[in-house]
């Protein structure tokens, strides 16, 4: 698995040391060519321009232009190389668990009143965002953090699943063949690393999707745009053959224009802010949809967004070029006596306003969904990282019908391969009571199955060998925490987390609960009815899920239902110590290791 990385780098590697020397080498040679070219010059121009002195200082003019471009190229392939090896390495930070330190945690779409994603470690520190995630642009991370924030079916009032199996099995096709490009997602990710992922480009979508235009009148429109195309050669002409009668003309000409410019200053700038300075980010968008329009897919998913990004008619490519070049007309604004020259002599930015207009009537209806694709592809090449940096990886069944989770050697995702254990679970209609003692393996079987049912209803890869399941809508209750600033107890807070997975339940019979250690926060008598009232009612509502306890005695329910099934976690002792082997068994615990525990640590 770390060998595809490690080759990729190696080649990287090698490619640097010969593309450096020949850099070096070719920054001194510019540094010979320009001092030969400038004595060659120096000659001809002394000695009349003697064609012995002239040829070769075309010839060595040329040359010096070729080596030029050439030297461009190679620094441009140099960074590649060097985006290469970084991006690799961060494939091989996901294997060895280094990952963790990875800056990007999908921090702003943290939500404590989210129904799953705290509980299963989704976004933020240490979650599945921060190691899957390979988006670099706006509308990539809004995509990749909206399919795991939004993998629970979506129900309408017929409570209807919205997301079907047919949807779920097009996401797989396209993120199993995208697991297999290693080198087209690197060089995806190397283009939308040129972009980054602030709102610059949402406002510049918000933009170019709007048809509102700024210059209405076709007839203004032409002249603004046609005039200083004949007043400026005319200027030209007069000021160069001294055609005294017409001088007049030239001042009159500047000043209207500049009249003009100033005028019209505020709405132009205000008209073109949200292009401004961004053409090297719709360059990078250009070699996006270029790598997409020259790849050959095979799953419908990835067809349909090249054939949306790729139209003869509309071709994103074309447009986005086109769109780089306006933006880029507005780069002259960092010289500003250029920029002033070039309104009053041309109407600069009134004709860069014109152009956007034109751009507009073209491409406004289809701009968004560029972006939006674009986006999406982004999110479908995360989620294909995980076939690639862990060890037990499938494509899931999704099943039509029942509540059904059904999977043979299933292991959280976020754990290293080698500290992995992996265990079997069943459950078809069912409930499962998981008793068992302190750290034995309870809560992190709650957020494997958790978090491995998420991918799958993402479309995505799982961490286990194979697994079938219905879609339905999760709701956890893990990580419950007072709040000191509204006066909630733990044990309150707790109390409105599983209420609202009791309204769910009753709502959605297809859905799934998964209960850590439930109504902890009160006695143990309160808890235990709290506790049994709660698991009457969900099984009454037909939803299947899981509840882990301390508290044997709720494993009594098992015993007087069929839906209700006994699984537990223990540990054993081996030459004074506590271990554990973290595998599920049937029936309930039989052992404790609270004592143990406090001796261990000086307490009993």
């Known amino acids: 698995m770390q060998s595809k990385f490690n080759d990729i780098i190696a080649i990287h590697n090698s490619s640097l040391i010969e593309d450096n020397k020949i850099f070096n080498f070719l920054g001194y040679f510019k540094l010979l060519l320009i001092a030969i070219l400038l004595y060659t010059c120096l000659k001809a121009y002394r000695l009349s321009y003697e064609m012995s002195f002239v040829i070769p200082s075309i010839v060595e003019f040329i040359t010096l232009i070729a080596v030029w471009i050439y030297h461009y190229k190679l620094q441009a392939r ?101 697991s297999k490009k290693i080198k087209f997602s690197n060089d995806i990710e190397y283009q939308t690393s040129k972009i980054g992922t602030s709102d610059s480009i949402k406002k510049l979508v918000m ?40 001088y007049i003309a030239i ?99 009134y004709r860069t306003a014109i152009k956007l207009d034109r751009w507009k009537e073209l491409y406004a209806d289809k701009a968004e969904q560029w972006f ?17 940096i862990c060890n037990n990886v499938s494509l899931p069944t999704a099943l039509d019908l029942g509540k059904t989770i059904e999977a043979n050697n299933i292991g959280h995702p976020l754990l290293i391969n080698e500290n992995r254990i992996d265990n079997d679970v069943l459950i078809k209609d069912n409930i499962l009571i998981i008793s068992g003692s302190n750290m034995s393996g309870k809560t992190t079987f709650l957020r494997t199955i958790g978090i491995n049912l998420i991918l799958a209803q993402s479309g995505s890869f799982v961490c286990a060998s194979g697994m079938k399941f219905s879609p339905m809508k999760i709701m956890t209750s893990m990580r419950i925490a007072d709040d000191l600033n509204e006066g909630i107890s733990t044990f309150y807070a707790e109390l409105k987390r599983i209420s609202e997975i009791v309204k769910e339940s009753q709502k959605h019979s297809d859905t799934i609960f998964l209960i850590d250690e439930i109504f902890r926060g009160t006695n143990s008598e309160d808890r235990l009815i709290g506790a049994k009232t709660v698991v009457s009612k969900l099984k009454d509502f037909g939803v299947i899920g899981i509840i882990t306890t301390h508290d044997l005695e709720l494993c009594a329910l098992g015993d007087n239902s069929s839906r209700i099934i006994n699984y537990n976690f223990s540990e054993y002792y081996k030459d004074n110590g506590i271990h554990f082997s973290y595998k599920i068994n049937s029936g309930k615990s039989t052992t404790t290791n609270a004592k143990y525990l406090m001796q261990l640590v000086g307490i009993y």
């Open 78 to 178: 140099i960074k590649y190389s060097l985006k290469m090896i970084e991006i690799n390495k961060r494939h091989l930070s996901r294997i060895s668990g280094d990952w963790i330190n990875f800056e990007d945690i999908g921090e702003e779409f943290i939500s404590v009143n989210h129904p799953y994603s705290s509980d299963l470690d989704i976004v933020g520190k240490k979650s599945l965002f921060q190691l899957l995630n390979l988006t670099n642009t706006w509308h990539g991370r809004e995509a990749f953090s909206n399919d795991l924030l939004n993998a629970n079916c979506n129900y309408v009032d017929t409570n209807s699943i919205l997301k079907t199996t047919n949807e779920i099995n097009e996401r797989q096709q396209a993120i199993l063949e995208l």
């Open 207 to 246: 933009t170019i999707k709007d048809k509102k235009i700024f210059i209405k009148n076709k007839f203004l429109k032409m002249i603004l745009s046609y005039l200083p195309l004949i007043t400026l050669p005319l200027m030209f002409i007069v000021s160069t053959f001294k055609l005294n009668n017409y």
């Open 251 to 349: 001042p009159i000409t500047i000043l209207t224009y500049l009249t003009l410019w100033i005028v019209g200053a505020y709405k132009t700038q205000k008209y073109l802010k949200d292009i401004d300075d961004i053409p090297s980010k719709l360059n990078a968008y250009s070699c996006m949809i270029k790598l997409i329009s020259e790849s050959d897919f095979t799953s419908n998913k990835l067809a349909d967004i090249k054939s949306k990004l790729s139209a003869s008619t509309l071709s994103a490519e074309v447009a986005i070029k086109r769109l780089g070049r306006i933006s880029d007309r507005l780069n002259v604004k960092s010289n500003a006596i250029i920029y002033f020259l070039l309104n009053v002599l041309t109407l600069w930015d």
């Open 372 to 388: 939006l694709q674009l986006g999406e592809l982004e999110s479908l090449l995360s989620f294909s990282n995980l076939a690639n």
